[in-house]
C-alpha cells in the first residue's frame, strides 16, 4: 500500500470527492455553509503533509474505515491511503472561519445557496463564535466570507464591524465576499490582511452566462485595486474547473490572474443536487487537476507571487483543492 498521501492520490480523491464511511468515526463534521459545497457532510482527512476535505456518500467506490488507531481509504479493496481524521475548528483546521450570511441575492449557477435560504448571523454571535474559536488555543487566522442577504454594500459593511472587533486576537485576517465600489480600501483601512475575489472561471462566455449580475471584468478591475491596495501574494481568488471550459482557456485565465500579480485556486465543480438540470458540471479527472496544477506552479515559478505566504482562507488551508507546491513536488 501506498503509504501516505502523494499528489497522485489526493487528486484522485478529489476526482471522486466523497466517501464511504461510519461517521461513529468522526467526532466533528462539518457541513460548509458556503459556496458550491454548501449544505453537504464532509471531514478533513489528514495524510503526512497533506489535506483533503471528502464529502460522505453511501455511494463512494472510496471505502474509509479505521485500522490499528488509523483511517485507511480503500478503492476496489486496494488500500490507496493510510492518515487520521483532523478536527476543524470552525469550518477547517487552524482558522475560525466565518460565513456571516447564508444566504444570497446573486444566482450563480453551480451554487446552492441562493436555494438554501440558510442564516443571517448577527455580529454578536459571530464574535462570540470567533472569541470561543480563540480560547481553543488552536486560532492560527481569521476568515470571513459571506452571502448576500440585501446588498453587497451591506455585508462590506459586516466584515468590517467583524474586522475590526477581532485585530485584538493579532492573527492573519481573510475576508471574501463580493466586491463593491470603494470596498477593498475599506478592507485594508479596518485591518484586514488577505483578500479573496472569486472569478469562478475565466471563460468570459461561461460566466456571462453562469454568473448572472457579476460581469467579469468588474471582479478583475476590483482584483487589480486589491494588488495595488493589499500587495502581492496578498489577492487570491477562486477559479472553478468543470463548467465546461477547456484547458486552453483554463491556462489563459491561469496566465491572466498571475499577470495582475493574484493567485488561482483551481478548484474541483461539484453537481449540488439543487441546481440538477440547470447546468453542466464535469468534475475533473485526477489527470486533469494534476495536468493545470502543474501548469498553475510552472506560470507561478516565473514569479514572485507565492502561495506559502498565505495565512488564511483556502491556500492555506488545501482541503478541497489540489495546491501547488503543497501537493505537488
Ligand atoms: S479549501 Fe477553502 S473552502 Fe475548502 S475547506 Fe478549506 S477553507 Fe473551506
Do not use: W
Not at 45 to 74: K, T
Not at 285 to 310: C, I
Amino acid at each position: 500500500m501506498r503509504e501516505l498521501m502523494d499528489a497522485k492520490t489526493k487528486a484522485r480523491l478529489l476526482e471522486i470527492g466523497k466517501v464511504r464511511i461510519d461517521t461513529a468515526l468522526l467526532k466533528n463534521f462539518t457541513v460548509p455553509t458556503a459556496g458550491p459545497g454548501a449544505g453537504n457532510f464532509a471531514f478533513f482527512f489528514r495524510s503526512g503533509n497533506q489535506r483533503v476535505r471528502l464529502g460522505i456518500s453511501e455511494n463512494s467506490p472510496l471505502i474509509a474505515a479505521e485500522e490499528n488507531g488509523e483511517i485507511i481509504i480503500c478503492e476496489n479493496d486496494r488500500k490507496i491511503v493510510r492518515g487520521r481524521i483532523e478536527e476543524e475548528l470552525i469550518h477547517c483546521p487552524d482558522q475560525a472561519y466565518v460565513n456571516l450570511t447564508e444566504k444570497c441575492t446573486f444566482d450563480c449557477k453551480f451554487c446552492p445557496v441562493p436555494k438554501l435560504s440558510g442564516k443571517v448571523k448577527s455580529i454578536e454571535e459571530v464574535l462570540h463564535m470567533i472569541e470561543k474559536a480563540n480560547s481553543t488555543g488552536k486560532m492560527k487566522a481569521i476568515s470571513i466570507t459571506s452571502g448576500v442577504d440585501t446588498t453587497a454594500e451591506k455585508e462590506v459593511e459586516r466584515a468590517i464591524s467583524v474586522i475590526r472587533e477581532t485585530k485584538k486576537y493579532g492573527v492573519p485576517i481573510g475576508v471574501g465576499i463580493y466586491p463593491t465600489k470603494g470596498s477593498t480600501r475599506r478592507l485594508k483601512e479596518a485591518g484586514a490582511d488577505e483578500i479573496k475575489y472569486n472569478v469562478e472561471t475565466m471563460d468570459r462566455d461561461l460566466h456571462e452566462k453562469l454568473c448572472p449580475g457579476q460581469p467579469l471584468e468588474e471582479i478583475l478591475e476590483a482584483l487589480r485595486e486589491s494588488v495595488e491596495i493589499f500587495g502581492k501574494n496578498h489577492v487570491c481568488s477562486n477559479f472553478i474547473i468543470g463548467l465546461g471550459e477547456s484547458d486552453e482557456s483554463v491556462e489563459k485565465g491561469i496566465k491572466e490572474l498571475i499577470e495582475i500579480g493574484v493567485i488561482p485556486i483551481l478548484r474541483p465543480a461539484s453537481m449540488h443536487p439543487l441546481r440538477e438540470g440547470e447546468i453542466f458540471i464535469e468534475r475533473p479527472s485526477a489527470e486533469r487537476l494534476l495536468r493545470l496544477t502543474k501548469f498553475l506552479q510552472k506560470e507561478l515559478d516565473k514569479t514572485d507571487l507565492d502561495v506559502g505566504a498565505f495565512k488564511t482562507m483556502c491556500l492555506p488551508c488545501t482541503g478541497c483543492d489540489l495546491s501547488p507546491y503543497y501537493d505537488l513536488e
